[in-house]
């Protein structure tokens, strides 16, 4: 069964920028908080940035002033915003409910890839 679906992933210069989907299945999807992650080669998984219900949003310092996280709650989406893009930023993007359990079953996550 698909449970999240990212999407919008792929090759782009430094500096550039990308916009990622993130679909979540479920009729309650507007009270639901949505957190994006990204796992580099070699490295664990990090939370880069968060959206609650109610439209508060974090972000780690390392994405802070180049990332936004905006949500369509009429689509089931959440978006990940990615300007200024950097190599460092090169990851496999995950999206992933927000809540006190265990995290739902892992999408296939989407390739950014940052290089010239």
């Known amino acids: 069964q698909v449970q999240l679906v990212e999407s919008g992933g792929g090759l782009v210069q430094p500096g550039g920028s990308l916009r990622l989907s993130c679909t979540v299945p479920?009729?309650?999807?507007?009270?639901?908080?949505i957190g994006w992650y990204r796992q580099a080669p070699g490295k664990q998984r990090e939370l880069v940035a968060t959206?609650?219900?109610?439209?508060?949003?974090n972000y780690a310092d390392s994405v802070q002033g180049r990332f936004t996280i905006p949500r369509d709650n009429a689509e089931n989406t959440v978006y990940l915003q990615m300007d200024s893009l950097k190599p460092e930023d090169t990851a496999v993007y995950y999206c992933?409910?927000?809540?006190?359990?265990?995290?739902?079953?892992w999408g296939q996550g989407t390739q950014v890839t940052v290089s010239s």
């Open positions: 959206i609650t219900s109610g439209g508060t949003t």
């Open positions: 479920g009729s309650d999807f507007s009270f639901r908080a």
């Open positions: 992933n409910v927000q809540w006190g359990g265990a995290p739902w079953d």
